[in-house]
């Protein structure tokens, strides 16, 4: 079993950064990748970026390359995931979420993920 915890969500100015964090607890950290999905209102939930088990490999979704960063501290079993240059668009709730797979194509994937967080929000506005 795998227990995820979202924090550090809230409100940022556009232009202005946050950082999430996905810790985990449970047997099963260490195996397996970790994703961050959105959903704004009225749209699809999009996958954002994935780190794999051992952190050596990462992805992300082309509307936030170059401006979202996935890291992981496995001694703490936390996932970070640092935005920046936050626009509006970028608004919804974030879920972290773990898959015992990786590949390049994972954040299309996201019935790869069994275990989820409850999500935390974030509001880009001025």
């Known amino acids: 079993q795998l227990h995820l915890v979202e924090s550090g969500g809230g409100l940022a100015q556009p232009g202005g950064s946050l950082r999430l964090s996905c810790a985990g607890s449970g047997s099963l950290w260490d195996t397996h990748s970790i994703g961050w999905f959105r959903q704004a209102p009225g749209k699809e939930r999009e996958g954002v970026a994935c780190?794999?088990?051992?952190?050596?490999?990462?992805n992300y979704a082309p509307s936030v390359a170059g401006r979202f960063a996935v890291s992981r501290d496995n001694a703490k079993r936390t996932v970070f995931l640092q935005m920046n240059s936050l626009k509006p668009e970028d608004t919804a709730v974030y879920y972290c979420?773990?898959?015992?797979?990786?590949?390049?194509?994972?954040?299309?994937?996201?019935?790869?993920?069994?275990?989820w967080g409850q999500g935390t929000q974030i509001t880009v506005s001025s």
């Open positions: 979420a773990a898959s015992n797979f990786y590949m390049s194509n994972i954040l299309h994937r996201p019935f790869d993920f069994a275990y």
């Open positions: 780190i794999s088990h051992d952190g050596m490999a990462s």
